[in-house]
Antibody, heavy 119, light 110 residues
Framework: QVTLKESGPVLVKPTETLTLTCTVS??????????VSWIRQPPGKALEWLAH???????SYSTSLKSRLTISRDTSKSQVLLTMTNMDPVDTATYYC???????????WGLGTLVTVSS | QTVVTQEPSFSVSPGGTVTLTCGLT?????????PSWYQQTPGQAPRSLIY???TRSSGVPHRFSGSILGNKAALTITGAQAADESDYYC??????????FGTGTKVTVL
């Protein structure tokens, strides 16, 4: 059974760095053609793709947020991490991780974690 | 900056047919963008419906179908049911591992 679970702080202050963890089970982060993406959704707004890490450990980033994002993984812990620097209130959103099959679909999603940016 | 556009909202009668589209502000959508579609109900994570333009994801009813219509990707719901009332998002693969979500369409069944 494939599952993904996001964890991290529920509240961060402006200018701080956010670190989120996605813990996966039911598949290996090294499986060919599989990877994990981070996707966010501000309250009442659309989904926004942020970053992806491939089974080869290659990474890709949203062009508009690339300078602020770092995605990494710890295969021994089955975890994918996302760091986002210089947080702003507009970054308040539910952050999801999802398994991505290359050029196909995001077939499994976590439940999401709401992160609020406020002083 | 790539923008993927969708209709803000659609209304469909129970049993009716509705076609949602997914376009680019610059250029045409093709199968090379591997269009995929997701359904999201309030408070829930998205669910995969269609991938690679027209392949239904596991367990998705046959009333959902995907295609390319002109220069856009399309999602058609044939025989809409009350349970289909949701937000729908398309995703395009832009190459180099980069994806872009569409602006989303809210579908009301009434």
């Amino acid at each position: 059974q494939v599952t993904l679970k996001e964890s991290g702080p529920v509240l961060v202050k402006p200018t701080e760095t956010l670190t989120l963890t996605c813990t996966v089970s039911g598949f290996s982060l090294s499986n060919a053609r599989m990877g994990v993406s981070w996707i966010r959704q501000p309250p009442g707004k659309a989904l926004e793709w942020l970053a992806h890490i491939f089974s080869t450990d290659e990474k890709s980033y949203s062009t508009s947020l690339k300078s602020r994002l770092t995605i990494s993984r710890d295969t021994s812990k089955s975890q994918v991490l996302l760091t986002m620097t210089n947080m702003d209130p507009v970054d308040t959103a539910t952050y999801y991780c999802a398994r991505g099959i290359l050029r196909r679909e995001f077939d499994y999603w976590g439940l999401g974690t709401l992160v609020t940016v406020s002083s | 900056q790539t923008v993927v556009t969708q209709e803000p909202s659609f209304s469909v009668s129970p049993g009716g047919t509705v076609t949602l589209t997914c376009g680019l502000t610059s250029g045409s959508v093709s199968t090379s963008h591997y269009p995929s579609w997701y359904q999201q109900t309030p408070g829930q994570a998205p669910r995969s419906l269609i991938y690679s333009t027209n392949t239904r994801s596991s367990g998705v009813p046959h009333r959902f179908s995907g295609s390319i219509l002109g220069n856009k990707a399309a999602l058609t719901i044939t025989g809409a049911q009350a349970a289909d009332e949701s937000d729908y998002y398309c995703v395009l693969y832009m190459g180099y591992g980069i994806y872009v979500f569409g602006t989303g369409t809210k579908v009301t069944v009434l």
